[in-house]
């Protein structure tokens, strides 16, 4: 039989929900011991907020960005324990920290403290209703960047989230992101519709963030990736820690080339991969992606066990 090369995901902002994370802190110490390392690293109770909400307040970038990362993290430790080990790994925008946590490239209370300026630094770049972000579903890449050009008229819009070959984000402007809606459904777009989000996100209008926090990448310990990591900005594999500080960076005002990264971890052989972390919208985009490959996900104690079974499964 083939051999079993994993890569872990792990996911981005959107995942988020009220109780995540909570099922495996009941249950493993080690889950437990990463919400309070998240507390501690930031100076409140993340973990309540995690367990118990309220849902407005979950959803503030500063609070998100950590909360997703603190969970995957804790997932990523139960389940690192009990599985073979990945040979790569990748996340979504803030899912590409995570990444790197998995990958010891620097510390979870280092990812912590710098994920929540992250998310504090990108909502402060744009005033609210300034920008705005659009999902357009069963257009190419090319199409859609000719829509984005077509919108700007002068403004800013971009495509900000190439996720796969059937959905792309698009960001910017607040009305170059509506009249980019209108192109793409003039122009055959299956569907395109403005997001509920409180920034644009992953476009050139978060220039002030990614100037805000180099100073927050450069002031951190990096060490060499001990799995190459799969960038979104380049969708390259790092596997140095000066090239992962600057794709990082890169990688507030640049693309989420999502689409490519997954392409160019089965073109490394990779045959199974594990979203790590609350939801399954990872898991959602591989099926769009290429649906011959297994994706598995671990976010509570369920969805671990049939994982653990699957794999288990695959090295019968």
Sequence with gaps: MAETIIALLFPGQGSQAVGMGKDLADKYPIARQTFAEADQALGYKLSEI??????????????????????SVAALRVLETRTPRPSYVAGHSLGEYSAHVAAGTFSFAEAVRTVRNRGKYMQEAVPVGVGAMAAILGMDAAHVAEVCRDAA???????????????????????AVERAVKLAEERGAKRAKVLPVSAPFHCSLMKPAQDRLAADLNALKLQKPVYPVACNVDAELVSDDLRARD???RQVTGSVKWDACIRLLI????????????????????????RSKTCLNVG????????????AKADV
């Design 50 to 71: 995690c367990f118990e909400g309220p849902e407005d307040k979950l959803r503030l970038t500063e609070i998100t960005q950590p909360a997703i990362l603190t969970v």
């Design 153 to 175: 008229q002068g403004e800013v819009c971009e495509p900000a989230n190439i996720n796969s070959p059937e959905q792309i984000v698009v960001s910017g402007n607040t009305a």
């Design 247 to 249: 794709t990082l960076l």
């Design 267 to 290: 073109a490394q052989g990779v045959n199974s991969f594990i979203e790590v972390g609350p939801g399954k919208v990872l898991c959602g985009l591989m099926r769009q992606i290429d």
């Design 300 to 311: 509570d104690d369920a969805s671990l066990t049939k994982t653990l079974e699957s794999l």
